[in-house]
């Protein structure tokens, strides 16, 4: 079955211990985007992978690293996570640019930073 | 930068009720998407609009492009209660995507 998965979906953790929340899709998508979602502020783009090793920031980075090692693979790191980082997060992927193609997304990972 | 506001912000209608979300650019769009969520779910794709004018139908959901191509819509006829969610609009800004906040619809019975 064609989808993209998240690990984990639920995570409570403490101010400044680092995480990771991994993203994996098994379409041999190229484009693979991270978003947080909050309340009245719809889906927020955080970083944005074209191909391996090609990277960009979106609207809100900071705060936030990833990684494009395998095309497969794009895992969002929070080194030093703080309260304003509480928010549910999805990432998704394309076969061609999101600017002009549809997106498949995983089921979320909410984070709650105490 | 590029924005992209969507109206209104929540809306409940009873069943059988049509309803309408909106969607504005401050910009002139390639192109506008839009998805659908469930309560607890992902955003799912439901359709892209490309040309000027463009009206798109999915059973009852109609898809409309604006003209200038800096506003879209999309109208649902009569709601059934599988149609709760929230509708995004998003538009492209470079080769990245901008969602609106989307509006939450909830269906009374």
């Known amino acids: 079955e064609a989808q993209v998965t998240q690990n984990p979906r639920y995570l409570i953790t403490v101010t400044g211990k680092k995480l990771t929340v991994t993203c994996s899709q098994n379409?041999?998508?190229?484009?693979m985007s991270w978003y947080r979602q909050d309340p009245g502020l719809g889906l927020r783009q955080i970083y944005y992978?074209?191909?391996?090793?090609?990277?960009d920031k979106g609207d809100v980075p900071e705060g936030y690293k990833v990684s494009r090692k395998e095309k497969r693979n794009f895992p969002l790191i929070l080194e030093s996570p703080s309260p304003n980082q509480t928010s549910l997060y999805f990432c998704?992927?394309?076969?061609?640019?999101?600017?002009?193609?549809?997106?498949?997304f995983g089921p979320g990972t909410r984070l709650t930073v105490t | 930068g590029q924005q992209v506001m969507q109206i209104p912000q929540y809306q409940h209608v009873q069943e059988g009720e049509d309803f309408t979300t909106y969607c504005n650019s401050s910009?002139?769009?390639?192109?506008i998407q839009w998805y659908k969520q469930r309560p607890g779910g992902h955003p799912v794709f439901l359709i892209q609009?490309?040309?000027?004018?463009e009206v798109k139908k999915q059973k009852r959901l109609t898809f409309q492009f604006g003209e200038a191509k800096k506003n879209s819509s999309l109208h649902i006829t009569a709601t059934q209660t599988t149609d709760v969610g929230t509708y995004f609009c998003?538009?492209?800004?470079?080769?990245?995507?901008?969602f609106g906040a989307g509006t939450i619809l909830r269906v009374k019975s």
């Open positions: 379409m041999n998508h190229e484009y």
């Open positions: 998704a992927s394309s076969f061609k640019p999101i600017a002009i193609y549809e997106q498949y």
């Open positions: 998003a538009g492209p800004r470079g080769n990245k995507l901008v």
């Open positions: 910009t002139t769009l390639s192109n």
């Open positions: 992978s074209m191909n391996v090793e090609v990277t």
């Open positions: 609009l490309v040309k000027s004018g």
